[in-house]
């Protein structure tokens, strides 16, 4: 079994805010992968307590860090680019950070979408505006790319 989590804030507020392009990936993997060993979770808490949720649902379906994949915005990658990485530090993002502390290991799969503007920008309210009109266009086909990483990356894993 493989818990998949999708980092983002909860609310209508942060719906389409960079910080929440986890939750617009899970929402497109529902759509994609039945699998009844495969549980996607979109935490009902802000992301900065992200790790609460996850040792919760870790500790009820009874798996270890090695079946968690997180889904989470990258501010240091470019604006479109996927990267999946292992056992490495949260790089100052927080809610990566909580999951670490409450797990107390950094020994889980991460999907990591670039959102690194070609800008200077502050960057806590950068992650929380909404994406501009020409990043959304761009937005279904990032999606449907880190969608086609997770699968792949399940599938491997299961077998």
Request: aromatic share 6%; hydrophobic share 40%; proline share 2%.
């Given at each position: 079994m493989i818990l998949i989590v999708g980092l983002g804030n909860p609310g209508r507020k942060y719906a389409k805010t960079?910080?929440?392009?986890?939750?617009?990936?899970?929402?497109?993997?529902?759509?994609?992968?039945?699998?009844?060993?495969?549980?996607?979770?979109?935490?009902?808490?802000?992301?900065?307590?992200?790790?609460?949720?996850?040792?919760?649902?870790?500790?009820?379906?009874?798996?270890n860090t090695q079946d968690l994949i997180v889904i989470h915005d990258d501010i240091d990658l470019p604006f479109g680019t996927i990267r999946v990485s292992k056992d490495s530090s949260s790089a100052g993002h927080k809610g990566v950070q909580s999951i670490i502390d409450e797990l107390k290991t950094k020994d889980f799969t991460r999907i990591r979408i670039g959102i690194k503007p070609s800008y200077e920008v502050d960057t806590t309210e950068f992650v929380l505006n909404k994406f501009s009109k020409e990043e959304e266009k761009q937005l279904k086909e990032i999606i449907k790319k880190a969608a086609e990483t997770i699968q792949t990356a399940v599938f491997d894993s299961c077998s």
């Open positions: 960079r910080h929440n392009i986890g939750f617009r990936v899970i929402d497109a993997l529902k759509d994609e992968i039945s699998d009844k060993n495969v549980i996607l979770l979109k935490p009902d808490i802000f992301m900065n307590n992200s790790g609460k949720a996850v040792k919760k649902e870790l500790k009820y379906s009874k798996l």
